[in-house]
T-cell receptor, first 116, second 115 residues
């Protein structure tokens, strides 16, 4: 079974609008972390936001927020007020806790295009 | 600020050549990784290391080899490059402490083209 599932290969959003990128995960470990990364066409991976499995509140970092629904095992990324520079690949990732070896798992990514 | 470096950034080479992609980090991280990624596609883990003298193969079978003689250095070697090796190679690291809150830090990547 896939540990991280991103079901949207590509997404389009109008500039200044908000967009949600979906991510679901699968783990039996009670301790885990969820991460989102941005990868522009230049190729580098940029860490955006983190959510811990025990965090009570949704993580926010500037225009990025993580909609964490633990019971549904989803960790969707919300980008508010999209900008042209947000056009990139976005990867969801999970790091399991010590009991399962601290492994990192990445999704297949979502390509976001911001339209002027 | 992540201190993880990869050289070269771009490499064009002929079939059959031996190449080594360099990766170094100055953060003292125990865990290091190599990913292979085609443009716009998912990351494939090809090798990882949990410390000096520890190396493991990842999920994607690869004709490459790695070594980890020093904590900060994790080079990837292709003994005989082929066009099918054309891809981007990303190096990453994270602390080896039992802490799932720490992100992976990525290098800038090496884009390899084998003719």
């Amino acid at each position: 079974a896939q540990k991280i599932t991103q079901t949207q290969p590509g997404m389009f959003v109008q500039e200044k609008e908000a967009v949600t990128l979906d991510c679901t995960y699968d783990t039996s470990d009670p301790s885990y972390g969820l991460f989102w990364y941005k990868q522009p066409s230049s190729g580098e991976m940029i860490f955006l936001i983190y959510q811990g499995s025990y965090d009570q509140q949704n993580a926010t970092e500037g225009r990025y927020s993580l909609n964490f629904q633990k019971a549904r095992k989803s960790a969707n990324l919300v980008i508010s007020a999209s900008q042209l520079g947000d056009s990139a690949m976005y990867f969801c990732a999970m790091r399991e806790g010590p009991s399962t070896g601290n492994q990192f798992y990445f999704g297949t990514g979502t390509s976001l295009t911001v339209i002027p | 600020e992540a201190d993880i470096y990869q050289t070269p950034r771009y490499l064009v080479i002929g079939t059959g050549k031996k190449i080594t992609l360099e990766c170094s980090q100055t953060m003292g991280h125990d865990k290091m990784y190599w990913y292979q990624q085609d443009p716009g596609m998912e990351l494939h883990l090809i090798h990882y290391s949990y410390g000096v003298n520890s190396t493991e193969k990842g999920d994607l079978s690869s004709e490459s080899t790695v070594s980890r003689i020093r904590t900060e250095h994790f080079p990837l070697t292709l003994e005989s490059a082929r066009p099918s090796h054309t891809s981007q190679y990303l190096c990453a690291s994270n602390p080896g402490v039992e802490n799932f809150t720490e992100t992976q830090y990525f290098g800038p990547g090496t884009r390899l083209l084998v003719l």
